[in-house]
């Protein structure tokens, strides 16, 4: 990332956190309320994910990044993952309430991650933040999948979450679907197929092809402001989750 893209993407961040949090706040008290009513506990969910790549830790094959606490508004039911530990949420998850149904599809769930973009640990635009332990795992099963972290902060948004479904899945009718044979089971092993690795494969190819964008200014700026402008309309028509 160039020094002129990381000034523009901090001052976006910072305006547009400023900016949502405002317009966001007079719906947080029937969110709040919505929960609760529908599955009495912890309104706001805090969990901790990996930000930013630092690097090898010194041990074959383990990376080390950022990790923070991410602020969102609880959509499954209290200690849903007490007997499963961490596990990648799907799509259709029993473990989702019907209020959190509903947040998730329209991405309220996450405004309460404008309070992570002004204390710096997220950006507005950036690939989705994982669970550190889910990452590390990913990053062994997926060759390069680390570097979709590096340099770069994860993000409320990005090209990958308005391009394609909850779980990595492209949706019917883009472009992508065209190397869906190359991209997905690339060994043709047996039983393989519909495994998470092959979704978040499909989740990289965006986000190193956002990150690619960073090295140069006109070209961040013209990404970033696609993805912010089609985010919305994802969150009206409940696509791209």
Known sequence: MTPG????????????????????????????????????????YRQKRAGSLIGPDGAFGRFRFHEFEMLKFRTMRPNAEKSTGAIIAQEGDPRITRVGRFLRKTRLDELPQFINVLR???????????RPELLENLALAIPFFEERMRNVKPGITGLAQVSLGYSGKAPD????????EQLTNPFKLEGADDAEADDMRMKMLFDLAYTANLEDLAAYVAMEAKIIVQTPLVMIRGLGR
């Not at 000034?7 to 910072?14: I, L, M, P, Q, S």
């Not at 710096?120 to 994982?130: C, F």
């Not at 009718?173 to 869906?180: A, D, L, T, Y």
């Open 5 to 44: 893209v990381r000034f523009a993407k901090r001052a976006v961040d910072v305006m547009g956190s400023i900016v949502g949090l405002s317009m966001a706040a007079p719906l947080f008290p029937f969110i709040a309320a919505a929960i609760y009513l529908d599955s009495p506990g912890p309104v706001i």
């Open 120 to 130: 710096g640990e997220m950006s507005i635009v950036g690939p989705r933040p994982e």
């Open 173 to 180: 009718g883009s472009s992508i679907n065209e190397f869906k």
